[in-house]
């Protein structure tokens, strides 16, 4: 029997892709988040890092990378850092929809800032030419540094350093994905002065989908300024705010239906929001 989830599934571009037998696999399945989907990221919460909560939400939803079906754990935790939040970008609209709103404090006069956003406009085209390994040279130096882009794995093995020392976590996070610095063919035995900041401009520029900036401007003092949008902790504090919720929808809809926790809880968002509006226009009107 064909469920609901699966007729919401979705295909999705990733900005990078993943690789298998040397091809790049750059289109991935998506299924919406279920009513269990929700409860067990709402019991993650706290207990593993923001890393790994996104990789335990990414191996439920993703329902296909290519030609790889079923998706594992480790397979979304290979992604790049990229592909991960642009994955996450699209569960979120599917539970949530497309607006995003973002409440900001301005850095300069400290007023705060309503701020909604839309996620198509956050999320980057396909990359052109994608590698696992890329080659380029290191912006202050005229070393070639081969690498590869950061993934979820990585950012799970950095997490508790993170939380103590993030200077060295990002040391360790460079270090692991870097393969070799060349002077033309030749291996340098001494790496060059900052050789961490310069390659992770370099990463940055080869995944830009992995930080998302936000550009605004104070209306009250007119102060332009930055900030970076964590899209997994944003969509994991809009989970755990529903979580009355999510357990009054099963009560009512157990109540009045007659349906089993399993049978509500296997349901979407978007679905259990169908016959919570029909209880609710039909409540009414016995009302009157």
């Known amino acids: 029997m064909t469920s609901y989830r699966d007729i919401a599934a979705v295909e999705v571009n990733l900005p990078n892709g993943l690789w298998l037998d040397d091809q790049c696999q750059q289109v991935a399945?998506?299924?919406?988040?279920?009513?269990?989907?929700?409860?067990?990221?709402?019991?993650?919460?706290?207990?593993?890092?923001p890393a790994r909560w996104t990789s335990e939400l990414l191996a439920r939803c993703v329902t296909h990378i290519g030609t790889l079906q079923p998706v594992s754990l480790e397979a979304v935790q290979s992604l790049s850092v990229g592909d991960r939040e642009a994955l996450l970008l699209h569960v979120r609209r599917l539970a949530f929809g497309e607006a995003l709103s973002c409440i900001l404090d301005c850095p300069a006069c400290g007023k705060k800032l309503n701020i909604d956003v839309q996620?198509?406009?956050?999320?980057?085209?396909?990359?052109?030419?994608?590698?696992?390994?890329?080659?380029?040279?290191?912006?202050?130096?005229?070393?070639?540094?081969?690498?590869?882009?950061?993934?979820?794995?990585?950012?799970?093995?950095?997490?508790?350093?993170?939380?103590?020392?993030?200077?060295?976590?990002?040391?360790m996070l460079m270090n692991a994905c870097l393969h070799s610095l060349t002077d033309g063919d030749m291996p340098l035995e001494i790496w060059p002065e900052d050789v961490v900041g310069d390659l992770a401009k370099l990463i940055a520029e080869?995944?830009?989908?992995?930080?998302?900036?936000?550009?605004?401007?104070?209306?009250?003092?007119?102060?332009?300024?930055?900030?970076?949008?964590?899209?997994g902790t944003y969509f994991a504090e809009e989970i755990n705010h529903r979580l009355p919720y999510l357990?009054?929808?099963v009560h009512l809809m157990a109540w009045h239906y007659h349906w089993s926790?399993?049978?509500?809880?296997?349901?979407?968002?978007?679905?259990?929001?169908?016959?919570?509006?029909?209880?609710?226009?039909?409540?009414?009107?016995?009302?009157?």
């Open 119 to 171: 996620i198509s406009q956050l999320l980057l085209p396909q990359t052109q030419n994608p590698a696992y390994w890329y080659r380029a040279r290191l912006p202050q130096s005229n070393a070639q540094a081969t690498f590869r882009l950061p993934t979820g794995a990585d950012q799970e093995a950095i997490a508790d350093l993170a939380a103590q020392d993030p200077s060295a976590a990002v040391d």
């Open 206 to 231: 080869h995944d830009p989908q992995a930080e998302l900036i936000l550009n605004t401007a104070c209306p009250e003092c007119g102060h332009r300024f930055d900030v970076l949008l964590d899209v």
């Open 29 to 49: 399945g998506l299924n919406p988040l279920s009513g269990y989907d929700e409860a067990h990221l709402l019991a993650l919460q706290g207990r593993v890092s």
């Open 261 to 288: 926790e399993a049978e509500i809880l296997s349901m979407t968002r978007s679905h259990r929001k169908i016959y919570l509006d029909l209880l609710d226009e039909t409540l009414r009107e016995a009302t009157l």
């Open 247 to 249: 357990y009054r929808e």
